[in-house]
């Protein structure tokens, strides 16, 4: 079968930096991406990685090992703003030429003052 | 530019009912996704449609139908709805399936079946 594991919950001070790590167990796999999503509204994408390496975005950083089926968002200078729940999600082979966005349960951030 | 735009925002059903969420985008994507969203669940894939004329099942499929009426639309039924399907329905697009290219979200569906 296929899973995601990340952290359901990270708290982190306004100004610092947190990593949110997701590790997966798939098969077909073909690339990591990460969504954010605020309370009530919709996931937009940040970041999607589909070789080994680190990603960078403004203050948003994303890396993926391949071999370590590991990946982490990295987001620096911490804004209120930032509070959200993120999303990794793994892109597989579905077959006939198709692929599936499998996301993980989240990772709820609050950034406190 | 509208982006993913999907109809009803709110609804709540009878057990038994059934309907239609309407999605459309404006941006020419070839592929299109319904996922449903429930607490601590994160987004789970119910049906998929690679390209206009194909849809294919989910992780999630059982208890829903979907048309890709054209490139635009693609919708989802609930033919007759359980207190289960409960949840909060995103419908998404992106340029083409086989890529790294980002998937666009509607705004969601809140849906309650009692």
């Known amino acids: 079968g296929q899973s995601l594991e990340q952290p359901s919950e990270v708290t982190a001070v306004e100004g610092a930096i947190v990593q949110i790590n997701c590790t997966y167990q798939t098969s077909g796999f073909y690339g990591l991406s990460w969504y954010q999503q605020h309370d009530g509204g919709a996931p937009t994408f940040l970041s999607y990685n589909a070789l080994d390496g680190l990603e960078e975005t403004g203050r948003f950083s994303s890396f993926l090992s391949r071999s370590d089926s590991y990946g982490y968002l990295l987001l620096q200078e911490l804004q209120m703003k930032d509070s959200a729940s993120y999303f990794c999600a793994v892109r597989l082979f579905s077959g006939a030429g198709s692929y599936q966005l499998t996301f993980g349960k989240g990772t709820k951030l609050s950034v406190i003052p | 530019n509208a982006g993913v735009t999907q109809t009803p925002k709110f609804q709540v059903l009878k057990t038994g009912q059934s309907m239609t969420l309407q999605c459309a985008q404006d941006m020419n994507h070839n592929s299109m996704y319904w996922y449903r969203q429930d607490p601590g669940m994160g987004l789970r894939l119910i049906y998929y449609s690679a390209s206009e004329g194909t849809t294919d099942k989910g992780e999630v499929p059982n208890g829903y139908n979907v048309s890709r009426l054209n490139k635009r639309e693609f919708s989802l039924r609930l033919e007759s709805a359980a207190p289960s399907q409960t949840s909060v329905y995103f419908c998404?697009?992106?340029?083409?399936?086989?890529?790294?290219?980002?998937?666009?979200f509607g705004e969601g569906s809140w849906l309650t079946v009692v």
């Open positions: 998404a697009s992106s340029e083409v399936m086989g890529s790294g290219n980002t998937i666009y």
